[in-house]
Antibody, heavy 119, light 107 residues
C-alpha cells in the first residue's frame, strides 16, 4: 500500500524559514516524480513544486519561485520542501503527492498533509 | 499560466441523480486533464486522468470526457459517499493548475 506521511509543519514568523518532509513507502520511490500541493484551509488546491525521479528537473509555481526549494533523497525515500522568506499567504496545508510515472503530470496518491502557519 | 474554470461552483443533488461538472481551460490541453474528489478533512483522491481514464478502484459511475479546452465529469447515479468537492487539474504545462472546485451537496 502506498503511504506518504508529511511532517515538519508548524507556526513560523513571516520572513523565517521552515523545511517540511515527506516519507514514502509501499512503492519504488526512485521510479516516480513527486510534488508538493498546498491548500489554504477552506480554499482550493495550488500546485507548488515538482521533481522528477532523478532530481534532474524541478519546477515551481510563480508564487514560490526563488523562495522554495524542492529536493529528494531516494536512498531514504524522502521528499523535502525548503521554504524561505515565508509570507502570511504561504499559510496552508502542504500535501506530498506522487506522480504516476518518472516525470509527473498527475497525482495518484497523496499524504494527509502538514499545516504550515505563517503568523 | 493556463487558467481552469469549473462550473457550477456548487450543485445540490439527491441520491440517484446524474451530476455533470464542466471544466474549461484557457489553452488547448489535448487530453492532459485529471479530476479529483476531496472530502472534508481529507486529502484529494484521483478519479480520472487523461481526460477519460478511470483510476484503478474508482467506481464506474464516474466518467470523464472532453478534449482540447472543454471537459466534463459525470456521476451517473449519485451515491451518499459522493458528496464532496471535485477539482479538475491540467497537466499539459507547468505550472500545473487546478479549477476552483465544485461542491456537490445534499439537496
Amino acid at each position: 500500500e502506498v503511504q506518504l506521511v508529511e511532517s515538519g509543519g508548524g507556526l513560523v514568523q513571516p520572513g523565517k524559514s521552515l523545511k517540511i518532509s515527506c516519507v514514502a513507502s509501499g512503492f519504488t520511490f526512485d521510479h516516480y516524480a513527486m510534488n508538493w500541493v498546498r491548500q489554504v484551509p477552506g480554499k482550493g488546491l495550488e500546485w507548488v513544486s515538482g521533481i522528477t525521479w532523478n532530481s534532474n528537473n524541478v519546477d515551481y509555481a510563480d508564487s514560490v519561485k526563488g523562495r522554495f526549494t524542492i529536493s529528494r533523497d531516494n536512498a531514504q525515500r524522502m521528499l523535502y520542501l525548503q521554504m524561505n522568506s515565508l509570507r502570511i499567504e504561504d499559510t496552508a496545508f502542504y500535501y506530498c503527492a506522487k506522480g504516476p510515472d518518472a516525470t509527473g503530470d498527475y497525482f495518484d496518491h497523496w499524504g494527509q498533509g502538514t499545516l504550515v502557519t505563517v503568523s | 499560466d493556463i487558467q481552469m474554470t469549473q462550473s457550477p461552483s456548487s450543485v445540490s443533488a439527491s441520491v440517484g441523480d446524474r451530476v455533470t461538472i464542466t471544466c474549461r481551460a484557457s489553452q488547448n490541453l489535448n487530453n492532459w486533464l485529471a479530476w479529483y474528489q476531496q472530502k472534508p478533512g481529507k486529502a484529494p483522491k484521483l478519479l480520472i486522468y487523461a481526460a477519460s481514464t478511470l483510476q484503478s478502484g474508482v467506481p464506474s459511475r464516474f466518467s470523464g470526457s472532453g478534449y482540447g479546452t472543454e471537459f466534463t465529469l459525470i456521476i451517473s447515479s449519485l451515491q451518499p459517499e459522493d458528496f464532496a468537492t471535485y477539482y479538475c487539474q491540467q497537466a499539459n504545462a507547468f505550472p500545473y493548475t487546478f479549477g476552483q472546485g465544485t461542491k456537490v451537496d445534499i439537496k
